[in-house]
């Protein structure tokens, strides 16, 4: 059974930085697209938007509000998927969730429906 397990969340400053990170079993995080989404407060499951995704080339996509500011890697060694968040804003406060895809790769605007598998989230808080 493919598990994700995210952790890393917390409360910080606006300008200040976390790194998340997802924990993988059961799944080659090296031979799949994966991605962050994230959830804000208040919408429900299904309004999930996407962050950023990696392929199995280790290409990435990010979405425009978090170019320049957020890092998504892999460490394969590990099976460990990350997100370094840098400069987080307020807009930033929401549930964050890793995503893991049955597909290599994924072209243009992920969807949701991309990823099969799904941890519990884990919360940032950004205060200004």
């Known amino acids: 059974e493919v598990q994700l397990v995210e952790s890393g969340g917390g409360s910080v400053q606006a300008g200040g930085s976390l790194t998340l990170s997802c924990a993988v079993s059961?799944?080659?995080?090296?031979?799949?697209?994966m991605g962050w989404y994230r959830q804000f407060p208040g919408e429900r499951a299904w309004q999930r938007a996407w962050v950023a995704i990696i392929n199995d080339d280790g290409s990435t996509i990010y979405e425009d509000s978090v170019k320049g500011r957020f890092a998504i890697s892999k460490d394969s060694a590990k099976n460990t998927l990350d997100l370094r968040l840098n400069n987080l804003k307020p807009d930033d406060t929401a549930m964050y969730y890793c995503?893991?895809?049955?597909?290599?790769?994924?072209?243009?605007?992920?969807?949701?429906?991309?990823?099969?598998?799904w941890g519990q989230g884990t919360q940032v808080t950004v205060s200004s």
């Open positions: 995503a893991a895809s049955v597909f290599k790769t994924i072209l243009g605007t992920p969807r949701p429906s991309n990823f099969q598998y």
């Open positions: 059961s799944y080659n995080v090296s031979n799949h697209c």
